[in-house]
């Protein structure tokens, strides 16, 4: 890295720390270390939003995908809209009427504990798998710069967003999320600018070159279930970001911390939405990088042809200008720290509310209170740190966290559609619709391990695996509660 580069790096990563930890004397409560004070403009909840969606994943692994193939990832974009309207429509009026910390806390007055402790496990497990891809692709890009160890980075990188996010609590996490959002948009663009001004025949080139090689296509719009289809990642799309937008801790502590329920729906829709054409830039990245290195004007190394996660980091290493290198490093990290300081402080509290207080014989003190929410949120990092250093060897990030996210996330939304729209769904019916989607996660996941690539499970793509499961549970869960029914002229699904 050159002089200047390492100088902007520094002063971003010295500079967000400082300025998140400095929010250290308001965390008093646990509340305030969960939700903040309610004087949170929405701005800044909105980008909040965006933050802790847009990630690393976003920021490396889907340039990287498009270079390799094309614009199919953006369909999961695509699908954006429709979840948010629903989760603003229903979700977040619900969230604000039980005014709970956790997003789980609805759950148990509906279907009893084991309810509540089955998804917020479920969430715990995705923290986990998400906080510990993006280290990992936080250490693929600065491994790259400056050639360091890539575990010596994970284990640096994850105690400095521990640092911040254990001492500046939840307004540290929004407001460094709002400032990293800003700057990850902003070294998006500037890259992008400047790959459409290094081709050797101008812009235009970038799109002819791409054209030609059917960079842009949306994928294949044909009805096979077993490959990523257009229709197979619209469909997952919409199930997971229900799933992220509806029933996520990581968002509905951002609707409880808004002012009104006006100001959450807002935050929540207009903080969805940003990501759609933020990711389009991303998406286009990936597509302008093929163009470059395929019209001349630079040549990529040969063993980076099929690590598509390596890709962009080597293009801001060694094509980007003094300057823009380390205002992109910089936003790499702003796209990865906002989510993973926010994984760690909602999963504290998700351990603090669903757990140790929920289980407590006795009364717990505040005092008590905070000492768990920094203990549980140190646990979080170091779990992360270690499934980043077990992903080491993957060839994509992005289709590896998409599976694994589809995977420990499979049961979670069926249960809470059963809960806030089947009022006749009882808690037997919902633990026996839980257990066939257990079943058909594990099947679509495990079979094709002990039983090779031809099996039944092999025919449908491992997108699916939260779709099948979520439509088992809540299917099993109410016309279990149909047969079992006496008084059948009260069944019906309700509204939230």
């Not at 909840?45 to 889907?62: E, G, Q």
């Not at 990523?228 to 229900?242: A, Q």
């Amino acid at each position: 890295m050159r002089l200047i580069d390492i100088i902007v790096f520094i002063v971003y990563l010295v500079g967000i720390t400082i300025y998140g930890s400095s929010f250290f004397k308001k965390n008093r409560t646990s509340d305030s270390y969960s939700l903040g004070s309610s004087n949170i403009p929405a701005w800044v909840i909105s980008m909040s939003i965006f933050a802790t969606f847009v990630s690393s994943i976003s920021f490396l692994a889907l340039p990287g995908n498009a270079y390799l193939s094309n614009w199919n990832a953006f369909v999961f974009s695509l699908s954006i809209p429709v979840s948010l309207t629903i989760a603003v429509k229903y979700f977040v009026p619900l969230y604000r009427k039980i005014n709970s910390p956790s997003a789980y806390t609805f759950l148990e007055t509906r279907f009893g504990p084991w309810a509540r402790i089955y998804v917020s496990s479920c969430y715990l497990l995705t923290q986990i798998m998400r906080v510990g891809t993006i280290l990992y692709l936080l250490a693929l890009t600065l491994n790259a710069v400056v050639g360091w160890d890539i575990v010596t980075i994970i284990v640096v990188t994850g105690l400095t967003v521990t640092l911040y996010s254990l001492l500046g609590g939840f307004e540290a996490v929004v407001w460094t999320d709002a400032i990293q959002g800003i700057i990850l948009i902003g070294g998006a663009l500037a890259t992008l600018v400047y790959i459409f001004f290094a081709m050797p025949e101008g812009p235009g080139q970038v799109f002819s070159i791409a054209a030609k090689n059917n960079k842009f296509d949306l994928g294949s719009f044909g009805v096979s279930l077993s490959e990523p289809t257009f229709w197979v990642v619209l469909v997952y799309g919409i199930f997971i970001n229900l799933q992220n937008y509806g029933i996520d801790q990581n968002y509905v502590q951002r609707y409880m911390a808004s002012k009104t329920e006006k100001e959450a729906k807002k935050s929540a829709f207009w903080g969805g939405m940003i990501y759609v054409p933020v990711s389009l830039v991303f998406i286009f990245i990936g597509t302008a990088l093929y163009s470059f290195y395929h019209s001349g004007a630079a040549t990529l190394p040969e063993d980076l042809l099929g690590k598509s996660d390596r890709i962009f980091p080597y293009f801001i290493v060694n094509q980007l200008p003094a300057g823009l290198t380390g205002l992109l490093i910089a936003s790499v990290f702003a796209a990865g720290m906002s989510t993973i300081s926010t994984g760690f402080n909602s999963s504290a509290t998700v351990f603090l509310t669903d757990y140790y207080r929920r289980f407590s014989t006795k009364p717990v003190s505040e005092k008590k209170a905070l000492r768990i929410l920094y203990l549980s949120s140190l646990i979080i990092s170091i779990l992360g740190m270690g499934v980043a250093v077990a992903m080491i060897n993957v060839k994509s990030a992005l289709d590896a966290w998409w599976q694994l996210a589809s995977i420990f996330s499979g049961g979670m939304l069926g249960i809470f559609l059963l809960a806030a729209f089947s009022r006749v769904t009882k808690s037997a019916h919902a633990l026996a619709g839980t257990i066939a989607g257990i079943l058909v996660i594990l099947w679509m996941s495990l079979s094709p391990l002990i039983w090779g690539d031809d099996t039944l499970a092999t025919r449908f793509h491992s997108f699916l695996t939260i779709v099948f499961a979520t439509a088992t549970i809540f299917f099993i869960g109410f016309f279990s509660a149909v047969l079992f029914q006496k008084n059948k002229s009260k069944i019906r699904l309700t509204k939230v």
